[in-house]
């Protein structure tokens, strides 16, 4: 059975940090390329950063030098962190899964991010 689980969401103050944890069994998970979206109230989900089975980066330009992804292929997670987060970064973050020599994909179930005063 495929799974693919967030931790980390919560409560944060402007300006401040969380780092996003998405953890994943039942797939070989180094043939796969990850991502990280975001759903806000209203709003369509959008990829926020991905990463691929070799490490290379991408992310949302609103996102940019605030977010870092990465992976640790021998503990099969990937990782979210997020720093200087401001309240439109308010969303629920979902962990995604793309096998590379496949069609197949994954979505994890979300976390709640929330960034307020």
């Known amino acids: 059975q495929v799974q693919l689980v967030e931790s980390g969401g919560g409560l944060v103050q402007p300006g401040g940090s969380l780092t996003l944890s998405c953890a994943a069994s039942?797939?070989?998970?180094?043939?796969?390329?990850m991502a990280w979206y975001r759903q806000a109230p209203g709003k369509q989900r959008d990829v926020v950063a991905s990463?691929?089975?070799?490490?290379?980066?991408n992310y949302a330009d609103s996102v940019k030098g605030r977010f870092t992804i990465s992976r640790d292929n021998a503990k099969n997670t990937v990782g979210l962190q997020m720093n200087s987060l401001k309240p439109e970064d308010t969303a629920v973050y979902s962990c995604?899964?793309?096998?590379?020599?496949?069609?197949?994909?994954?979505w994890g179930q979300g976390t709640q991010v929330t960034v307020s005063s």
């Open positions: 995604y899964g793309k096998e590379v020599f496949s069609d197949r994909t994954f």
């Open positions: 039942g797939i070989l998970f180094s043939l796969y390329d």
């Open positions: 990463i691929t089975r070799s490490g290379s980066t």
